[in-house]
């Protein structure tokens, strides 16, 4: 195996907590040590050097990475602080098109498919009339889409079943370095490969609900497929075969987007004309807020316990939630008799 292999098959978590301990806090420290303002704050900073020796300091420390093909050039313009460019050739299909025909040309071309998408959405038809407006505030606002979202089963459900989903199955940054190293002690090659297949499981799962799925999805099979995520978390929890791991994953991506997508076309679907838009902001509110929240617990079971308990937890926890959804869903209201 070459240098070039071995040095790519080195865990990658390691390799990044090692260079951010011995390499960049050090120097984050040296460069938040040192005074510099904004020319708004300090009208005389040319003539205090702070900036410069800010400059510098960042200046050096880029010049120093052993990134192949890695440019460093400060601009200087009078009156203005100085500008730090980097520059790294590409090796993508885009770094392809601007060696072969340059800059202008690339640009040119991602434009006019800029532009090729703006002729298509000039195409569809809308349905429905303009919101009509109204004396109210913002927080008057904000308080009638949630108590429409409240107060309105369907939508209730459906925004309940997607904190699940998203609270409990949709950390895979946090999943899969955590099994890749901790669990199945592997390095950056089967990383990446853990990877692709939560990649491949994520576009699968989006097919198939836009393909298989009805329409507008029903809510039971959104229930299913987020009960199926669960239960592979629960699998996670003792599965210590790289392979097995694999297949796991691509099944956890493939639940989640079918359920995560099939919330937001159902709430768009089921949502009033003119309160839409309040509740698809509840809709990205509990989907993108809920990772930071289920990070911490991730981390603190891990840490104190094992991977294979903070796995348990979250498909444990994420099916209990939604039997309890589906128990106060299908709950008879009582009335008074007379």
């Given at each position: 195996?070459?240098?070039?292999?071995?040095?790519?098959?080195?865990?990658?978590?390691?390799?990044?907590?090692?260079?951010?301990?011995?390499?960049?806090?050090?120097?984050?420290?040296?460069?938040?040590?040192?005074?510099?303002?904004?020319?708004?704050?300090?009208?005389?900073?040319?003539?205090?050097?702070?900036?410069?020796?800010?400059?510098?300091?960042?200046?050096?420390?880029?010049?120093?990475?052993?990134?192949?093909?890695?440019?460093?050039?400060?601009?200087?313009?009078?009156?203005?602080?100085?500008?730090?460019?980097?520059?790294?050739?590409?090796?993508?299909?885009?770094?392809?098109?601007?060696?072969?025909?340059?800059v202008a040309p690339?640009?040119?071309?991602?434009?006019?498919?800029?532009?090729?998408?703006?002729?298509?959405?000039?195409?569809?038809?809308?349905?429905?009339?303009?919101?009509?407006?109204?004396?109210?505030?913002?927080?008057?606002?904000?308080?009638?889409?949630?108590?429409?979202?409240?107060?309105?089963?369907?939508?209730?459900?459906?925004?309940?079943?997607?904190?699940?989903?998203?609270?409990?199955?949709?950390?895979?940054?946090?999943?899969?370095?955590?099994?890749?190293?901790?669990?199945?002690?592997q390095g950056a090659?089967?990383?990446?490969?853990?990877?692709?297949?939560?990649?491949?499981?994520?576009?699968?799962?989006?097919?198939?609900?836009?393909?298989?799925?009805?329409?507008?999805?029903?809510?039971?099979?959104?229930?299913?497929?987020?009960?199926?995520?669960?239960?592979?978390?629960?699998?996670?929890?003792?599965?210590?075969?790289?392979?097995?791991?694999?297949?796991?994953?691509?099944?956890?991506?493939?639940?989640?987007?079918?359920?995560?997508?099939?919330?937001?076309?159902?709430?768009?679907?089921?949502?009033?004309?003119?309160?839409?838009?309040?509740?698809?902001?509840?809709?990205?509110?509990?989907?993108?807020?809920?990772?930071?929240?289920?990070?911490?617990?991730?981390?603190?079971?891990?840490?104190?316990?094992?991977?294979?308990?903070?796995?348990?937890v979250s498909g444990?926890?994420?099916?209990?939630?939604?039997?309890?959804?589906?128990?106060?869903?299908?709950?008879?209201?009582?009335?008074?008799?007379?």
């Amino acid at each position: 195996m070459s240098e070039r292999s071995c040095t790519c098959s080195l865990d990658a978590l390691d390799f990044v907590e090692r260079r951010w301990e011995e390499d960049v806090l050090p120097t984050l420290t040296r460069y938040i040590e040192i005074p510099a303002k904004s020319p708004a704050v300090d009208p005389q900073w040319a003539e205090h050097g702070h900036i410069d020796r800010a400059v510098a300091l960042i200046e050096d420390w880029a010049r120093r990475r052993p990134i192949e093909g890695l440019t460093v050039e400060t601009v200087r313009l009078p009156g203005r602080t100085p500008l730090i460019l980097l520059e790294v050739p590409g090796t993508s299909a885009g770094g392809l098109v601007i060696a072969s025909v340059g800059v202008a040309p690339a640009f040119a071309v991602s434009g006019a498919g800029h532009l090729l998408v703006i002729a298509t959405l000039a195409t569809l038809g809308v349905e429905g009339r303009p919101r009509r407006q109204r004396p109210t505030t913002i927080r008057q606002d904000i308080a009638e889409g949630l108590a429409y979202a409240l107060r309105t089963p369907e939508i209730r459900a459906l925004l309940g079943v997607l904190f699940v989903i998203s609270f409990c199955a949709f950390n895979f940054s946090m999943w899969v370095p955590l099994l890749a190293r901790n669990v199945l002690g592997q390095g950056a090659q089967e990383f990446g490969f853990l990877m692709a297949a939560v990649g491949v499981g994520a576009v699968s799962g989006a097919l198939t609900l836009g393909t298989v799925v009805p329409r507008q999805p029903p809510l039971a099979l959104l229930h299913a497929s987020a009960a199926a995520a669960c239960a592979v978390l629960l699998a996670l929890s003792v599965i210590e075969s790289f392979s097995l791991t694999a297949v796991a994953l691509f099944l956890l991506a493939y639940a989640g987007v079918i359920t995560a997508a099939g919330c937001n076309t159902a709430l768009q679907l089921g949502s009033s004309d003119e309160l839409r838009g309040r509740v698809m902001s509840l809709f990205t509110l509990i989907h993108g807020g809920s990772f930071p929240m289920a990070a911490f617990l991730i981390g603190a079971v891990s840490e104190r316990w094992s991977e294979g308990t903070a796995f348990f937890v979250s498909g444990a926890g994420g099916l209990a939630a939604l039997a309890v959804l589906m128990g106060a869903r299908h709950r008879p209201v009582v009335g008074n008799q007379s």
